[in-house]
Each structure stands twice: as structure tokens, then as C-alpha cells.
């Protein structure tokens, strides 16, 4: 669906998010004077009139009648696909969009790598950014990694890196190069089950013309075998770490320590930097040292440095049981405070109680609406040193007084944010400043076009 196929309609825009505004901007450069409706929560609705006058408010999320009223409804991409009210509305006529899916619509031509996967998906697309603006490439870095698409609107780059989630991969088309990082179980309210959430995440394979796949992962591996432009990484005769390597083939071209985010896994991100790089036509090997001056992100296995003899870590992005193990074996043997714990979904955390039974940190400190179940069955496995506290900011504490100035403290809830906070990236904020740092660091660097 184009801008063109918008004018003359009845439009409406779900969400008044970061992506919610981006759509109104676009609109209104677009189809200036087009009516327009806007259906947001209630405390946003005066904000949204004072920006936007001309705007229809509705303070409520639409039911299907109020949908099925309009010919088009761009929604923001955490309002999930199989709302039923949704569908009704479909079955009726309306037909719903997207800023992702507009822009792809407005830029056929553009040179794009996009990412997605349950986890890294963030890391590797920025570090494909900073790679390729090392090599003097002007880029852009949008998407799904903090900065809507649409707020990029008219403006060129000669490569384009776009993150996209699992709610945003069935909008892309047209795709240059598709990368999925990794693919485990998350999201399962959105999506509605664990089968629907690995569809959805892979409708990136069909809208691209090369694909490039986690080798390590055989599931993974298998659904993108039929895929005529398949890429791999991880696996020996191409990008992967090996014996303290990064390596291409046989060959050794940087040292993982070399990388400046800890980590295994980060070291496999960048893996799939270059090799999404390398597929594009770009020379990897010149750019492989800038893997060395690359600003780890924020909330992700952040350092936020030294308090009251302890280090301390915020690792506020994890929200599956399987980040939070990654984090652990990002900091090796020291004397470790593990935080988990956040909303509850309902995912598995099996293959982490087990993985704690064998060999767990100092102290696991579980908070949060779920922290009572992952603590239940930690005690249940035998694993000693569990620790129960209502909310993160008990957590901090109880992690500052097992430690007793010897060791790290490590936030990585391996659950979403939503029963305390807006968001991970406030999460990580509120975590920092308990700790007692200054949160100005907090901000991702490197969005935009550079």
C-alpha cells in the first residue's frame, strides 16, 4: 500500500507511540489537509490534540465497529495481528498498514539489510552500521532498534540496516538481505502461541531476496533451507569463533576479545555483521578492526561501572530465561548477583532452572510478578542462595547486601519490564540509578543516517 492509496480514504492511526506520531507526520506531509482519526489511550489524548488540532481523538482503543468504519487503519506495531477485533474488522473491509510497510512501499529501490531474531537482533544491526560507516558507507540505522521508519521519511543512504521484531516482519518486502540472529520462544501474548510467533518471525525469509541464518540453530537451519539465496554464519566454512577467534573459513581475522560487547553470543553478533557485510559486496576484512571501537549498546550487558566495591551490569533488555544464561556466561567466574524476574508471560524456564541446578552464581535474586514462580522452582530444583524480594528496587538492595562490596551485581530479568515499568529501557534506567549511576549514558547512539 502506497501514500497514493490513502488519499480520498477514511483513515485512521492505532497507537499514539513514538510510531503512532511518526504515521501522523508522514500523513501530513504526504496528504496535507486528509481528515484523520486517532484512537489512543486516555492519559495521551490531551497531549495528542495540543500537537495535532486537527485531529479526531478517540480515548479508547477501537472495537471492531469503530474499525470496520474506516477503509484504512495504520496501527502501531506492539497492537497485535489477531486481535479479534482486528480480524473482524478485515473480514469487514478495513484494511490495516503499517509506518514499516508504508515506507517499504515508498523505497522498492533501497539498498537494505533487515534483522530480526528472538535475540541480537539489536547488536547486529547496529554493529552492520558501524562497520559499514567505518568503511565510509553513509547508512542509515532504523527500525524496530529505536527509531521508526517513518521518521526517516525522504531522506537517502546508500545502505540501509533496518532491525524489524515479530511484529513488524510480515510488513517488510523487498528486502536486499534478510538476517535472523537466533530464534527461541518469546512474545507468546502478542503472537498467541509458540508456532504462530516462529511464523511470524520468519515471514522475513519470503520477503527477501538472500537470507542469511544462524547456522548453530538446526530448527532454524531446516526452515531456511529451501530458500534459493541461503547465507549461513556460525558454522566452520564461514564467519564463526573458534579457539578465541573470529574466523572466515580457515582463516583467523580478528580476536574475539577484540570485540568491545562481552560475550560468546556478542561475538557471534558480530559474526553475522560481517557476514551480512560480506554478502552485500563489502570488504570485511578492512572493516573487521572498527569491531574494536563499536559502543556497546544500552541495557545490553551495559557496564555501568563500579559502586560500593561492586561492578554492576544492566542487562534490562533480556526478557527470555535463555538471555539471562547468555549474560551469565558473558561474565565468566566472577562472584556474581544474578536479578531476574519481570512480567510474567508464561515462557518455559526449564532449560534455565536446570542450567542453575548445575552450577549457579552467588546469589539469584527473583522479583517481579514472576519472581515467585522462578524462585519456587529454583528451591524445588535444589539450587541454593535464591533470594525473594517484591520489586526491583529491593532487588538492588539485596543484591548490594549478599555481595557485601565483593563481586557483580547483573541485572538480566529474562522477562519484560510491564509490571513495574513503561518499558526495558526505563527498567535498565531506574536499575542504573539505584545502583547509583548517572542515566544520562543510557541513550542509543548511531540512530539515523551517518
Known amino acids: 500500500m502506497h501514500w497514493a492509496d490513502l488519499a480520498g480514504r477514511r483513515v485512521a492511526?492505532?497507537?499514539?507511540?513514538?510510531?503512532?506520531?511518526?504515521?501522523?507526520?508522514?500523513?501530513?506531509?504526504?496528504?496535507?489537509?486528509?481528515p484523520v482519526d486517532l484512537y489512543c489511550a486516555a492519559d495521551e489524548a490531551e497531549t495528542a490534540r495540543a500537537a495535532y488540532p486537527a485531529l479526531r481523538v478517540h480515548e479508547a482503543a477501537p472495537d471492531a465497529d469503530a474499525l470496520a468504519a474506516y477503509e484504512v487503519v495504520i496501527k502501531s506495531p506492539?497492537?497485535?495481528?489477531?486481535?479479534?477485533?482486528?480480524?473482524?474488522?478485515?473480514?469487514?473491509?478495513t484494511r490495516f498498514t503499517s509506518g514499516t510497510a508504508l515506507w517499504f512501499a515508498a523505497n522498492v529501490s533501497a539498498n537494505t539489510i533487515a534483522v530480526t531474531g528472538t535475540k541480537g537482533k539489536s547488536t547486529t544491526s547496529a554493529l552492520v552500521a558501524h562497520l559499514a560507516r567505518a568503511l565510509g558507507v553513509r547508512t542509515a540505522l532504523a527500525g524496530n532498534i529505536g527509531l521508526p521508519m517513518l521518521e526517516l521519511d525522504g531522506q537517502t543512504a546508500d545502505l540501509w540496516v533496518i532491525e524489524l521484531s515479530s511484529f513488524q516482519t510480515g510488513e517488510a518486502f523487498g528486502v536486499g538481505l534478510g538476517v535472523v540472529t537466533s530464534l527461541y520462544e518469546e512474545h507468546l501474548d502478542w503472537h498467541g502461541s509458540r508456532e504462530r510467533y516462529v511464523d511470524d518471525k520468519l515471514k522475513l525469509l519470503a520477503s527477501s531476496g538472500r537470507?542469511?541464518?544462524?547456522?548453530?540453530?538446526?530448527?532454524?537451519l531446516a526452515r531456511a533451507a529451501p530458500h534459493p539465496g541461503l547465507h549461513t554464519f556460525g558454522d566452520v566454512a564461514h564467519w564463526h569463533v573458534a579457539d578465541g577467534w573470529i574466523r572466515r573459513g580457515d582463516e583467523n581475522v580478528i580476536a574475539a576479545?577484540?570485540?568491545?560487547?562481552?560475550?560468546?553470543?556478542?561475538?557471534?553478533?558480530?559474526?553475522?555483521?560481517l557476514a551480512a557485510?560480506?554478502?552485500?559486496?563489502?570488504?570485511?576484512?578492512?572493516?573487521?578492526?572498527?569491531?574494536?571501537s563499536f559502543v556497546p549498546l544500552?541495557?545490553?550487558?551495559?557496564?555501568?561501572?563500579?559502586?560500593?566495591?561492586?561492578?554492576?551490569?544492566?542487562?534490562?533488555?533480556?526478557?527470555?530465561?535463555?538471555?539471562?544464561?547468555?549474560?551469565?556466561?558473558?561474565?565468566?567466574?566472577?562472584?556474581?548477583?544474578?536479578?531476574?524476574?519481570?512480567?510474567?508471560?508464561?515462557?518455559?524456564?526449564?532449560?534455565?532452572?536446570?542450567?542453575m541446578r548445575q552450577h549457579a552464581p552467588a546469589a539469584i535474586v527473583c522479583q517481579?510478578?514472576?519472581?515467585?514462580?522462578?524462585?519456587?522452582?529454583?528451591?524445588?530444583?535444589?539450587?541454593?542462595?535464591?533470594?525473594r524480594e517484591a520489586d526491583l528496587s529491593?532487588?538492588?538492595?539485596?543484591?548490594?547486601?549478599?555481595?557485601?562490596?565483593?563481586?557483580?551485581?547483573?541485572?538480566?530479568?529474562?522477562?519484560?519490564?510491564f509490571d513495574q515499568f513503561r518499558d526495558y529501557a526505563e527498567r535498565g534506567k531506574r536499575f542504573a540509578a539505584w545502583a547509583g549511576f548517572d542515566t544520562e549514558d543510557a541513550t542509543l547512539k548511531g540512530l539515523g543516517v551517518l
Open 277 to 292: 557485510l560480506e554478502i552485500m559486496g563489502f570488504d570485511t576484512r578492512a572493516a573487521a578492526p572498527a569491531l574494536s
Open 13 to 34: 492511526v492505532w497507537g499514539f507511540g513514538r510510531e503512532g506520531r511518526a504515521a501522523l507526520n508522514a500523513l501530513a506531509r504526504h496528504l496535507p489537509g486528509q
Open 211 to 220: 537470507v542469511l541464518v544462524n547456522a548453530l540453530q538446526p530448527a532454524l
Open 78 to 93: 506492539g497492537i497485535s495481528a489477531y486481535k479479534p477485533e482486528m480480524l473482524a474488522a478485515q473480514s469487514r473491509g
Open 368 to 387: 517481579g510478578s514472576n519472581g515467585p514462580r522462578i524462585a519456587e522452582a529454583l528451591e524445588a530444583a535444589g539450587v541454593a542462595q535464591v533470594h
Open 257 to 273: 576479545s577484540q570485540v568491545s560487547a562481552p560475550g560468546l553470543h556478542n561475538a557471534l553478533n558480530a559474526c553475522a555483521a
Open 298 to 355: 544500552p541495557h545490553r550487558l551495559q557496564p555501568l561501572g563500579v559502586r560500593d566495591g561492586l561492578r554492576w551490569i544492566n542487562d534490562s533488555i533480556s526478557t527470555t530465561p535463555l538471555a539471562s544464561l547468555a549474560a551469565l556466561e558473558s561474565v565468566g567466574d566472577a562472584r556474581v548477583a544474578l536479578i531476574v524476574g519481570g512480567h510474567d508471560r508464561g515462557l518455559d524456564w526449564t532449560p534455565f532452572i536446570e542450567a
Open 394 to 417: 529491593a532487588a538492588v538492595a539485596a543484591a548490594r547486601r549478599v555481595l557485601d562490596g565483593d563481586g557483580v551485581v547483573l541485572l538480566s530479568p529474562g522477562a519484560p519490564s
